[in-house]
Protein backbone atom coordinates (compact mmCIF):
# COMPACT_ATOMS: atom_id res chain seq x y z
CA UNK A 1 0.00 0.00 0.00
CA UNK A 2 1.06 3.77 -0.37
CA UNK A 3 2.72 5.09 2.51
CA UNK A 4 3.70 8.78 3.02
CA UNK A 5 6.40 9.20 6.11
CA UNK A 6 7.87 13.00 7.01
CA UNK A 7 10.47 13.53 9.41
CA UNK A 8 12.82 16.09 10.63
CA UNK A 9 10.82 18.87 12.40
CA UNK A 10 12.04 20.12 15.71
CA UNK A 11 12.28 23.43 17.54
CA UNK A 12 14.69 26.13 15.89
CA UNK A 13 15.16 29.70 16.88
CA UNK A 14 14.45 32.48 14.43
CA UNK A 15 16.97 32.91 11.34
CA UNK A 16 18.25 29.72 11.67
CA UNK A 17 17.48 26.17 9.08
CA UNK A 18 16.11 22.90 8.35
CA UNK A 19 15.80 20.38 6.89
CA UNK A 20 12.38 17.85 5.94
CA UNK A 21 12.37 15.08 5.17
CA UNK A 22 9.37 12.81 3.28
CA UNK A 23 9.95 8.97 2.38
CA UNK A 24 6.89 7.30 -0.30
CA UNK A 25 6.67 4.25 -1.18
CA UNK A 26 3.96 1.82 -2.35
CA UNK A 27 3.89 3.44 -6.32
CA UNK A 28 6.41 4.75 -8.70
CA UNK A 29 7.88 7.63 -6.95
CA UNK A 30 9.05 9.56 -10.39
CA UNK A 31 6.24 9.42 -12.08
CA UNK A 32 3.83 11.82 -9.53
CA UNK A 33 4.70 15.25 -8.29
CA UNK A 34 5.24 15.97 -4.32
CA UNK A 35 4.37 18.73 -2.14
CA UNK A 36 4.61 20.21 1.31
CA UNK A 37 1.68 22.04 3.13
CA UNK A 38 1.45 23.15 6.31
CA UNK A 39 -1.46 24.06 9.12
CA UNK A 40 -0.40 26.41 12.45
CA UNK A 41 -2.73 26.33 15.11
CA UNK A 42 -6.18 28.27 14.39
CA UNK A 43 -5.58 28.09 10.70
CA UNK A 44 -6.45 25.94 8.16
CA UNK A 45 -3.56 23.84 6.22
CA UNK A 46 -1.64 25.91 2.88
CA UNK A 47 0.42 24.88 0.45
CA UNK A 48 3.99 25.68 0.52
CA UNK A 49 5.67 24.12 -2.07
CA UNK A 50 5.37 21.34 -4.82
CA UNK A 51 7.81 19.74 -7.37
CA UNK A 52 7.08 17.92 -10.45
CA UNK A 53 9.58 15.32 -11.57
CA UNK A 54 9.17 15.04 -15.52
CA UNK A 55 8.40 18.40 -15.91
CA UNK A 56 11.55 19.33 -13.35
CA UNK A 57 9.22 22.61 -12.18
CA UNK A 58 8.63 23.89 -8.65
CA UNK A 59 6.27 26.21 -7.52
CA UNK A 60 6.34 28.03 -4.03
CA UNK A 61 4.33 29.65 -1.64
CA UNK A 62 4.78 33.67 -2.14
CA UNK A 63 5.00 33.70 2.01
CA UNK A 64 8.68 31.26 1.82
CA UNK A 65 9.82 31.97 -1.76
CA UNK A 66 13.79 32.68 -1.53
CA UNK A 67 13.61 31.08 1.68
CA UNK A 68 12.26 27.36 1.24
CA UNK A 69 13.80 25.08 -1.35
CA UNK A 70 11.88 21.40 -2.72
CA UNK A 71 14.11 19.14 -3.97
CA UNK A 72 14.85 15.26 -4.29
CA UNK A 73 13.72 12.54 -6.57
CA UNK A 74 16.68 10.48 -5.47
CA UNK A 75 16.76 6.65 -5.41
CA UNK A 76 15.66 6.96 -2.14
CA UNK A 77 12.41 8.16 -2.79
CA UNK A 78 12.60 11.18 -0.76
CA UNK A 79 11.40 14.41 -1.46
CA UNK A 80 13.38 17.72 1.21
CA UNK A 81 11.93 20.69 2.11
CA UNK A 82 15.16 23.05 3.13
CA UNK A 83 13.98 25.97 5.23
CA UNK A 84 16.30 28.70 5.43
CA UNK A 85 15.76 32.17 7.33
CA UNK A 86 13.16 30.84 9.37
CA UNK A 87 10.55 32.92 11.53
CA UNK A 88 7.76 32.52 14.04
CA UNK A 89 5.29 32.61 11.58
CA UNK A 90 6.31 29.13 10.19
CA UNK A 91 5.70 27.47 13.03
CA UNK A 92 2.99 24.81 11.93
CA UNK A 93 2.67 21.28 11.15
CA UNK A 94 4.22 20.11 8.21
CA UNK A 95 2.38 17.71 5.80
CA UNK A 96 3.36 15.85 2.49
CA UNK A 97 1.78 15.08 0.20
CA UNK A 98 1.76 12.28 -2.99
CA UNK A 99 -0.42 13.48 -5.94
CA UNK A 100 -0.34 9.82 -6.76
CA UNK A 101 -3.87 8.62 -7.13
CA UNK A 102 -6.65 10.49 -4.94
CA UNK A 103 -3.32 12.01 -3.22
CA UNK A 104 -1.71 10.67 0.22
CA UNK A 105 -0.85 12.71 3.28
CA UNK A 106 1.75 12.13 5.72
CA UNK A 107 0.79 12.26 9.50
CA UNK A 108 2.80 15.86 10.12
CA UNK A 109 5.92 17.09 11.28
CA UNK A 110 5.91 19.49 14.17
CA UNK A 111 8.46 22.54 13.10
CA UNK A 112 8.61 24.96 16.09
CA UNK A 113 10.30 28.87 15.67
CA UNK A 114 11.05 30.42 18.72
CA UNK A 115 11.74 34.06 18.29
Known amino acids: QVRVVESGGRLVQAGGSLRLSCTASGYTFSNYAMGWFRQAPGKEREFVAN????????YYADSVRGRFTISGGDAKNTVYLQMNSLKPEDTAVYYC????????WGQGTQVTVSS
Open 51 to 58: INWSAATR
Open 97 to 104: KSYYGSGY
